[in-house]
């Protein structure tokens, strides 16, 4: 059962540079979302999906898109790198028994370590 | 504003010495409180979900217990694998869905041998 899967691991872009950050799930969840996670600071919510079709903005969307045509999978696109978007990038997925509650926690991928220069 | 203030920033131990992390939160409606444990390098790994004040949980040497204000993780004799940063989270029961969850910044849990 490999979980919650995000590749790359490491990156490295130069400012203005587009990527799409990968994540998918095999443990058929509902819920899948981007977090990043720098020094200081909590974990913070870029985008989440309810379901396949379904996004939408977190706390920190701005420059990223995020689609879900499928269950499984959930990438992150950085459309123009700046500096400001170095950090670790976790892909998080959760299934609710009740709509609104999370009563398993999320399953967190290992993460990506991204860094704009 | 939701907000989860972690305490201390880092808890040095050792082997066999028992503490507690603390965790105090703000929310409008609390939902579910989490804790996770993050090791160097991986994603956070979730250990225990809390619902309503008066609630306890256990794992192994962990227990987890929730007030109107605040959780505890208790570490009971502690092992050197039990080093790792212990984060906490608070889902808001009113912001309308599973998506409003507020991570504190963690508490970096060093065990001496």
């Known amino acids: 059962n490999a979980g919650v899967t995000q590749t790359p691991k490491f990156q490295v872009l130069k400012t203005g540079q587009s990527m799409t950050l990968q994540c998918a799930q095999d443990m058929n969840h509902e819920y899948m979302s981007w977090y990043r996670q720098d020094p200081g600071m909590g974990l913070r919510l870029i985008h989440y999906?309810?379901?396949?079709?379904?996004?939408d903005q977190g706390e920190v969307p701005n420059g990223y898109n995020v689609s879900r045509s499928t269950t499984e999978d959930f990438p992150l696109r950085l459309l123009s790198a700046a500096p400001s978007q170095t950090s670790v990038y976790f892909c998080a997925s959760s299934y609710s028994i009740a709509p609104g509650q999370l009563n398993y926690g999320y399953t967190f991928g290992s993460g990506t370590r991204l860094t704009v220069v | 504003e939701d907000q989860v203030t972690q305490s201390p920033e880092a808890l040095r131990l050792q082997e066999g010495e028992s503490s507690s992390l603390n965790c105090s939160y703000t929310?409008?409606?609390?939902?579910?409180l989490f804790w996770y444990r993050q090791d160097p390098g991986k994603g956070p790994e979730f250990l225990f979900t809390?619902?309503?004040a008066g609630e306890e949980k256990e794992k192994e040497r962990l227990k987890a217990t929730l007030t109107k204000k605040e959780s505890f993780l208790h570490i009971t004799a502690p092992k050197p694998e039990d080093s790792a940063t212990y984060l906490c989270a608070v889902q808001d029961l009113l912001s309308g869905g599973y998506q409003k969850v507020t991570f504190g910044t963690g508490t970096k849990l060093q065990v001496i041998p």
């Open positions: 809390l619902y309503s």
């Open positions: 999906s309810v379901g396949a079709g379904i996004t």
């Open positions: 929310v409008s409606g609390l939902r579910g």
